[in-house]
């Protein structure tokens, strides 16, 4: 079984199950919906821009997140539960996860792009524009959340996931600078992947 394969098997395996009972279609479809489009653009470019096995492995973890989070719900997350009891907090921290993806994962995609594309020159510039990248992407789908909430009303609550917390929004972008300031730790792996896939043919 190939990288490929297996690839597929896992994402479309937990899409499935995800599918199956989840807690509130609605929510489901708005949490999966992402890792669904993302799938699309991996087939469209597949052939004249095909990313680093690192960066797909990486958009497969955060699908897997995306699935989960859609078939539990963020705030209803059974291991995220356990915690909650164990450490006596006051909410179910799993949308923080996801969050944290929303900056890690993006962050080495637009860093694929732009050293691939020849954006911008300069490490420096380079990691600053990734992370604006980021918060500017977390900032949006905050925006979203509030567009989805202004729209359906109650049934959003569990979508916006912020179980009371005042400070959510501007929390939930953190956790995003923080995941896109992390991945650049993967720069070096990164950049010895990205030199085998430019050396290949028809690249």
Not at 30 to 55: D, K, S
Not at 182 to 195: G, K, N, V
Request: hydrophobic content about 55%.
């Amino acid at each position: 079984m190939n990288g490929k394969t297996l690839w597929l098997l896992v994402f479309f395996g937990t899409l499935i199950w995800s599918a199956i009972n989840p807690h509130d279609y609605f929510i489901w479809f708005l949490e999966v919906f992402p890792a669904l489009a993302g799938f699309a653009v991996l087939v469209l470019t597949r052939r004249r821009f095909p990313l680093t096995p690192l960066v797909y492995l990486l958009i497969l973890i955060h699908s897997i997140i995306l699935m989960v989070g859609g078939h539990y719900t963020y705030s209803e997350m059974p291991l995220f539960e356990w915690f909650k009891e164990i450490f006596d907090l006051q909410r179910n921290n799993n949308d923080k996860v996801g969050h944290f993806a929303q900056g890690f994962v993006p962050a080495m995609i637009a860093r694929e792009v732009l050293i691939r594309k020849n954006v911008i020159n300069g490490k420096g510039w380079l990691n600053f524009l990734i992370v604006c990248f980021c918060l500017a992407l977390s900032a949006f789908y905050e925006l979203i959340e509030w567009w989805v909430a202004e729209l359906s009303g109650d049934s959003a609550t569990a979508f916006l996931a912020t179980q009371g917390y005042v400070w959510d929004t501007q929390s939930d972008m953190l956790m995003a600078l923080i995941g896109a300031v992390t991945a650049l730790l993967l720069s070096r792996t990164h950049d010895r992947q990205l030199s085998i896939l430019i050396k290949m043919p028809n690249q």
